[in-house]
């Protein structure tokens, strides 16, 4: 999709629609005024006559039919009350808007950009953006049927004030660049488990690297082996798919040296301690962390943000076999802590705790893990938030209050110290469950990962996040990329 802003009026343009943005029970005013006298006054009368009223996910289509008058349709587009705005209500009007227009067969819209909208214009115009493009977004490499059926929207004109344009222009290429990485991570997370194997998942790492200009380093089963990394390895035991250990490394300057760990299970059935057959064949996204870090390596090394970033993704299949771990085996991690396997399901605190250690050699100012990592995370938050814990507040903070301006929520969780007595074992130092009953879950599965780090640490639970069963305003069902906006608008704001 091909955007760009302009700073003539909305009215003159090519576009086969224009889309208008308009708050609930407010008369036209600015641009949008302009635009309607242009048009005879047709706007205002289907907002006198309360055809359409402004509120939030509601949108109207006003057929145009005026001589000299290139405009041939109007979308309106509800916004809710203004004393209610969002940047998340405007991403989600966006995408309602240009789903809209593609779906009924058009190439090119225009878009006028809110400017009365309550906050900044680069924020709502970034907004819009990610809007447009993460909403319109299509996974369709396996359809063979019907594929000259499929739509799509190739151009988007947004329109704005002559002297914001530099400004607009800027907030809007930042944006498309976070969101074409998010698409990406979308792209790999959305790869079944046949295709997507851990020697795929690493040669995507690799080309990623090479078009977006970052280092990537990629370490096989012997490497592993060699690095004593027996807590990782014991996942893979029962796949015949080798693991693979993805080291990626962008050096954009800055003094501080931060690390992107991400979950990279690209099959998990649960091992031994198998998962009900139902639903199983989504867990494929069982790699949804180690996707997100590829693609905030992507847009950080793109964007060329001053900072020095590492990012570590161990992939590897969790499959049953004869040769598969089992539960009550005892394996040791590359740090030297024993660790009792009583479930082999709970293997993605295995695969990331040689991945943190692995981190220390870095001597990192920040490291932050993600990871589809329990569904005890989702019973207590669903898919709304991911769950944030950690070992250092000043961190925590920073991440909370990336969640909050990229939109892409989480909530934080205590890791009290009398967690811990929940993961020690009889027969090793850990265990990798909590207690049977399975109180606690996702905050006994941070204390396995904080045994692991010696640095300032996060911990994201993107089991709820990272993956939609039904369509949301701006993002469809399947993976969602959670967690590269928020990465990348924290690296934004990064400060010593």
């Not at 289509?61 to 203004?82: D, P, W």
């Not at 301690?273 to 950080?300: L, N």
């Amino acid at each position: 999709m091909k955007l760009q802003v302009n700073a003539g009026r909305i009215e003159d343009t090519s576009a086969e629609a224009i889309l208008l943005f308009h708050f609930k029970d407010e008369t036209l005013g600015g641009l949008s005024k302009h635009v309607d006298e242009k048009l005879k006054g047709q706007i205002g009368v289907v907002l006198k006559n309360r055809e359409f009223i402004g509120k939030a996910g509601q949108l109207y289509l006003i057929s145009i039919n005026l001589e000299k008058i290139g405009i041939k349709r109007v979308i309106l587009a509800g916004m809710g009350g203004r004393n209610e705005f969002t940047l998340d209500k405007l991403r989600g009007a966006s995408a309602k808007g240009a789903n809209y227009a593609r779906n009924l067969g058009l190439k090119h819209l225009a878009i006028l950009h809110p400017l009365e909208a309550p906050v900044a214009m680069e924020e709502t115009a970034a907004a819009l953006t990610e809007g447009v493009i993460l909403g319109t977004y299509q996974y369709n490499k396996y359809h063979t049927e019907d594929k000259a059926d499929i739509k799509t929207l190739d151009a988007i004109s947004i329109y704005t004030d002559v002297n914001k344009v530099k400004n607009i222009q800027k907030a809007v290429e930042f944006a498309e660049i976070v969101c074409d990485a998010t698409n990406l991570t979308r792209n790999l997370n959305n790869e079944p488990g046949n295709v997507g194997t851990p020697t795929y998942m690493a040669k995507m790492a690799e080309e990623a690297g090479k078009k977006h200009g970052f280092k990537v380093k990629v370490y096989g089963k012997s490497e592993i082996e060699n690095m004593k990394m027996q807590s990782f390895l014991s996942v893979s035991k029962g796949s015949v798919q080798e693991p693979k250990f993805v080291v990626m490394e962008y050096n954009g300057g800055g003094k501080d040296t931060i690390v992107f760990v991400g979950k990279g299970i690209t099959f998990d059935s649960g091992g031994i301690s198998i998962k009900p057959s139902r639903d199983m064949e989504k867990m494929k996204w069982d790699k949804s962390g180690a996707c997100s870090v590829i693609g905030a390596m992507s847009a950080a090394a793109s964007l060329k943000l001053p900072v020095h970033l590492i990012g570590l993704t161990p992939f590897s299949e969790n499959l049953p076999s004869g040769s598969a771990s089992k539960p009550g085996d005892v394996v040791f991690a590359s740090n030297g802590t024993s660790i009792e396997i009583q479930n082999t399901d709970a293997e993605g605190r295995l695969v990331l705790a040689d991945a943190l250690v692995f981190a220390q050699k870095y001597k990192p100012k920040a490291v932050i893990d993600l990871a589809t990592l329990t569904g005890a995370c989702v019973v207590a938050l669903g898919d709304v938030a991911a769950g944030l814990m950690g070992n250092d507040e000043k961190l925590i903070d920073k991440v909370r209050k990336a969640s909050e301006k990229s939109g892409e929520k989480c909530w934080p969780l205590p890791l009290w110290k009398e967690y811990d007595e929940k993961i020690k074992s009889d027969i090793a130092d850990i265990k990798n469950i909590g207690t049977p009953g399975g109180d606690a879950g996702a905050i006994t599965a941070a204390m396995f990962l904080k045994r692991f780090v010696n640095y300032p640490w996060v911990h994201l639970d993107i089991a709820g996040t990272a993956w939609n069963d039904y369509e949301k305003p701006y993002l469809t069902k399947g993976a969602t990329g959670f967690g590269v906006r928020l990465l990348i608008e924290m690296l934004r704001d990064w400060k010593s």
